[in-house]
């Protein structure tokens, strides 16, 4: 079974750190992807990577980064943490070809809390 | 990007077949329909994916009219266990043309 792991379920962090939330996926997938996910908004695509050191930007970019320096992993970088940000945060990971994102293999998500 | 619009609850009773519409008017030519299905507390997981008519799996059917302006993801004779938030997405990754939309989900409520 295709396995994605996130480093944290529950995150709490203050206004202004800078987070990092990881992601790992054990299939070899080509695709990695990171959402956000808020009552009433759905999963929103903040950024995605189809191979290493690639990336682009999804509908939400702003206020975060995200780094891929091996295949297997994926990185959500919150530079200055706001409390807007607090959400529940999900990654996922596909394989090439990739229609429509492919069959997108979910982790439990990290639910992040600014104060 | 293509919106997606689905109703926001639905109800059911076990043992019923329920059909969940998504509405995407703006889908692109080369454009999968994808639906998802959420439990509280985990990621979301693929149910079905198709084009365009009529794609069937274990679990669900996906109708797709000649015009791809909507879909509808068909479950059959629902159990309470199908209680979850369904998303449905639209888009595609290929070359020239990364863009994935998900819409905001129909919650199902099954009762026995």
């Known amino acids: 079974d295709v396995k994605v792991t996130q480093s944290s379920r529950y995150l709490v962090k203050r206004t202004g750190e800078k987070v990092f939330l990881e992601c790992v996926q054990d299939?070899?997938?080509?695709?990695m992807f990171w959402y956000r996910q808020d009552p009433g908004l759905g999963l929103r695509l903040i950024y995605f990577?189809?191979?290493?050191?690639?990336?682009e930007k999804g509908d939400i970019p702003e206020g975060y980064s995200v780094s891929r320096e091996k295949k297997e992993r994926f990185s959500l970088i919150l530079e200055s943490a706001s409390t807007n940000q607090t959400s529940m945060y999900l990654c996922?990971?596909?394989?090439?070809?990739?229609?429509?994102?492919?069959?997108?293999?979910f982790g439990p998500g990290t639910r992040l809390t600014v104060t | 990007l293509a919106k997606t619009t689905q109703p926001i609850s639905m109800d059911s009773y076990e043992g019923q077949e329920v059909n969940i519409t998504c509405s995407h008017n703006?889908?692109?030519?080369?454009?999968?329909i994808t639906w998802y299905q959420q439990f509280p507390s985990q990621g979301p997981r693929f149910i079905i994916q198709?084009?365009?008519t009529k794609v069937t799996n274990e679990v669900a059917s996906l109708f797709i009219p000649a015009d791809r302006k909507s879909s509808t993801l068909s479950l059959p004779r629902v159990s309470l266990s199908d209680t979850a938030v369904y998303y449905c997405?639209?888009?595609?990754?290929?070359?020239?043309?990364?863009?994935?939309?998900f819409g905001s989900g129909t919650r199902l409520q099954v009762q026995p």
């Open positions: 996922a990971s596909s394989t090439i070809p990739g229609l429509a994102g492919g069959e997108q293999y």
């Open positions: 299939m070899d997938h080509e695709n």
């Open positions: 990577s189809y191979d290493v050191k690639m990336k």
């Open positions: 703006n889908i692109a030519t080369n454009d999968y």
């Open positions: 198709g084009y365009k």
């Open positions: 997405l639209v888009g595609r990754m290929d070359t020239g043309r990364r863009a994935l939309t």
